[in-house]
Each structure stands twice: as structure tokens, then as C-alpha cells.
């Protein structure tokens, strides 16, 4: 790698197995409004858009819905308890860690770019010893707008003290194929995370199946 880039990651489904704990708190909130429980396997593909429409999802799947008034309770008391158990059961996806250290030490800048709030990914990246890695987490409400608005990858860029026309996005899904588009960054897709659609079909510029696979994908991309 012979450019120095800003590394733009997404967190849960990309650098974080999140699932779990996202999970469990949804069926939390499910069990206090009297619905069963969804299954961690086939609720995966409901993250990535946020708390309130990973709650929507999982009304929507037992056929309910509800007013806005009514929704903004139901998300208060999912964040308040995925909070007190952000990191029960979330671990990075395996090489990750490895992989971070190579893009380091070859002089590039991290970053994370998600859809999660920004104190929330602060605290599970803290818990899971690894918010010193990054020069910038930013989320949902950092700068006011989600992903696929091409704003929150340029602010993040801009404050992890890198230029857009030397990043690269890292994601799981169509909101970080769509951002990095948008913003003209190409990104590299990863398989294993949470997607409704296969991340395949978004074409992503590379695609990887392993976290050990990131810097030759990252290379190839600075190369071209």
C-alpha cells in the first residue's frame, strides 16, 4: 500500500457481531408488549437501519403496528436496555483485529461510519477494547443524517483528518454501498454481515468473506 487512505468502516455486521445483544434487546421490548420472542438467525437481516426500524421490523413480523407516539417509547426502552447490555454477547468478527493492525501499520487512518448512535458505538467499540483504534466513531446523530446521505462519510472523513478522494468504505450493506456512491468512495463489501439483500448483488468494488482478507482488497483498491 502506497498511499496513505482513511479506512471508513460500518460497526454491527461489519467490524462487530452485534447481533446477539441487538437481538436480545429487541425480544425484550417485544416480551413487554406481550409478542413472542424472533429468532437471532433469521432476524439478522433486520439490522442496520437503526434502533426504531429494527423495533418496526420486529413488530411488522408478528403484524403489528404502532403510532409514532407509541414508537418513540418502545425505542426509548430498547436503547435503555441494549446500553446495560451492549457487549453481553458481541464480539469483532474473527481476523478483525489482525486486519486493523496491518491497514496501521501501513500508515492508514480508521474510522467508523454507522447508523447506530454515536454513544452507543463509543460504548460497545470501549467495551470491546477497540474505540483507540479509530480517529473517528461517528453515528446516526452525529451529524444529523444517516447513511446513505453522503454528508455523515464526508464529516466523518473530514474529522478523522483525512480527504475524501483518499478513503474507502468497509460495510455489510446496501446503506454503506449506497453512501459510499453517493460520496464517490468505492467500498469493499464483507458477507457475513446483515443483509436483506446479498451484498453480492450491490457490486460492491471488492468483496471479501474474512476480515484477513481486508488489506489486499484495501491494496488492490489504492493500487487501481
Not at 23 to 28: D, G, T
Not at 152 to 164: H, P
Not at 177 to 203: M, N
Request: charged share 20%; hydrophobic share 45%; with cysteine.
Amino acid at each position: 500500500m502506497t498511499s496513505r487512505h482513511t479506512i471508513v468502516f460500518d460497526l454491527d455486521g461489519t467490524l462487530v457481531d452485534t447481533a446477539p445483544d441487538l437481538i436480545n434487546a429487541l425480544n425484550h421490548v417485544l416480551d413487554r408488549e406481550g409478542l413472542p420472542p424472533v429468532p437471532v438467525q433469521s432476524a439478522r437481516n433486520m439490522i442496520g437501519a437503526g434502533a426504531r426500524k429494527l423495533i418496526e421490523r420486529g413488530l411488522e413480523a408478528e403484524g403489528r403496528m404502532v403510532g409514532i407516539a407509541e414508537m418513540d417509547r418502545l425505542t426509548a426502552d430498547f436503547i435503555a436496555y441494549y446500553a446495560d447490555h451492549i457487549a453481553d454477547e458481541s464480539r469483532p468478527f474473527e481476523g478483525l483485529e489482525a486486519a486493523l493492525d496491518h491497514l496501521a501499520e501501513h500508515g492508514h487512518t480508521l474510522a467508523v461510519c454507522t447508523n447506530k448512535l454515536e454513544w452507543l458505538s463509543k460504548r460497545l467499540l470501549d467495551q470491546l477494547g477497540l474505540s483507540g483504534r479509530f480517529a473517528a466513531i461517528c453515528g446516526a446523530d452525529t451529524f444529523g443524517v444517516q447513511k446513505p446521505d453522503p454528508t455523515i462519510l464526508r464529516q466523518t472523513v473530514a474529522r478523522a483528518g483525512g480527504q475524501l478522494a483518499a478513503s474507502i468504505m468497509v460495510g455489510d450493506a446496501g446503506t454503506d454501498v449506497g453512501v459510499a456512491r453517493r460520496a464517490g468512495v468505492p467500498v469493499i463489501g464483507v458477507s457475513f454481515g446483515y443483509t436483506d439483500v446479498p451484498i453480492a448483488e450491490l457490486k460492491p468494488d471488492r468483496l471479501i468473506h474474512h476480515m484477513r482478507d481486508l488489506p489486499a482488497a484495501a491494496s488492490s483498491l489504492i493500487s487501481a
